[in-house]
């Protein structure tokens, strides 16, 4: 065999061009590495679901086309928010009405995961809470990560059970009218809700309180869990506005700011690090955040010593007059001239984040 005549048709000794090794390759074999991923990343964006199977977000149409009523026959009263009482009782979540009944006019509609995630906590005695038997999810892949709780139901799938992955749009139960409270079968719904969760200590908080009934459901109690607007969530989702609750959060308009002065650093800020604006120091001097009209965390700023001036323990630093005159139903902030109060429910939501 002569020296050219060999398997890699070149001739013996010659050096092997690896495209790598080629003028510019690297730079280009980078580049296209990097489109690549973010085509994959845009393309793996998690679709957002409705939360019951062949119902689309409803984008325009009448509300009692998609929302359950209370007793009071208003469909409004289902919605989240003032919507209650004359608008003087708030509602947590989304109240969403039954379209697929059996002859016996029982409830068959499929309850699904709205994203990706995993299950958190199942109640499946519906005579233990006022959500009846429910389902908590938590999406760990959303920044922040928030939870999304399906309340009501009449059962739930087989396999749906604590620390389980879940697929978008998996269905985890049917629609029924479960809950302590008494649900008629005619305004059997699902009560939906996306939230956070303010304390991982809740239980030391709640003997703290001196209830006479047990807490049954660990850190998944209603009290430890702050909703946001469902609703506006999936509308600006279906309309294209957002892609997730990254940027749902950016859309939410901030009510009001208040600087928390302490050295602690809250185990609801280290379970949601999505909200900080910047890296926390290791002993903070406090913490700036900022609060939706209804006292939900939308961002935290970390403040650091010797640049945090001194001042009270908490300090209101701006507050959206307009906002917070509309929105009479929530105690969040009370305002009489140009004197501020915090208000219970907002006193309630410092108490278990801050162990105040």
Not at 21 to 45: D, E, F, I, R
Not at 212 to 235: A, E, I, P, Q, Y
Request: hydrophobic fraction near 35%; charge should be positive; charged fraction near 20%.
């Amino acid at each position: 065999m002569r020296k050219t005549d060999n398997p890699n048709g070149r001739p013996e000794g010659a050096p092997v061009l690896r495209p790598a090794s080629l003028p510019g390759v690297k730079q280009h074999t980078a580049k296209l590495l990097k489109t690549v991923m973010l085509l994959l990343a845009t393309s793996a964006q998690a679709k957002i679901y409705w939360p019951v199977q062949g119902q689309p977000i409803p984008r325009n149409k009448p509300v009692e086309t998609v929302i359950q009523a209370t007793s009071s026959g208003n469909p409004e009263s289902g919605l989240f928010g003032c919507v209650r009482n004359n608008g003087y009782k708030f509602h947590e979540g989304l109240d969403i009405k039954s379209q697929k009944r059996d002859r016996y006019s029982r409830p068959m509609d499929k309850v699904v995961a709205v994203m990706p995630g995993k299950v958190a906590y199942v109640n499946k005695v519906g005579g233990k809470s006022s959500y009846g038997v429910y389902v908590i999810l938590e999406h760990t892949e959303e920044k922040p990560k928030v939870y999304s709780l399906y309340a009501h139901l009449a059962s739930v799938e087989k396999g749906i059970t604590a620390g389980k992955p879940v697929a978008g749009g998996q269905v985890l139960g049917i629609m029924g009218h479960t809950a302590s409270t008494g649900i008629p079968r005619s305004r059997a719904h699902l009560h939906f809700e996306i939230g956070l969760r303010l304390t991982d200590n809740f239980q030391t908080w709640y003997n703290q309180q001196k209830f006479t009934s047990k807490n049954d459901h660990g850190v998944w109690n209603g009290m430890n869990m702050v909703g946001l607007d469902v609703l506006d969530f999936f509308r600006k989702a279906a309309d294209g506005k957002i892609t997730g609750m990254q940027d749902y959060f950016r859309t939410v308009p901030e009510a009001f700011s208040l600087r928390i002065r302490t050295s602690k650093t809250p185990d609801f800020i280290r379970r949601y690090p999505g909200l900080l604006t910047s890296p926390a120091p290791s002993i903070p001097a406090g913490w700036d955040i900022t609060w939706t009209w209804y006292g939900m965390p939308l961002q935290v700023t970390p403040l650091y010593p010797k640049t945090t001036p001194d001042g009270p323990d908490i300090q209101v630093l701006k507050i959206n007059k307009t906002l917070m005159t509309l929105k009479h139903c929530r105690a969040t902030l009370t305002q009489t001239g140009d004197e501020v109060k915090l208000g219970e429910h907002l006193k309630h939501n410092l108490s278990l984040i801050f162990d105040y």
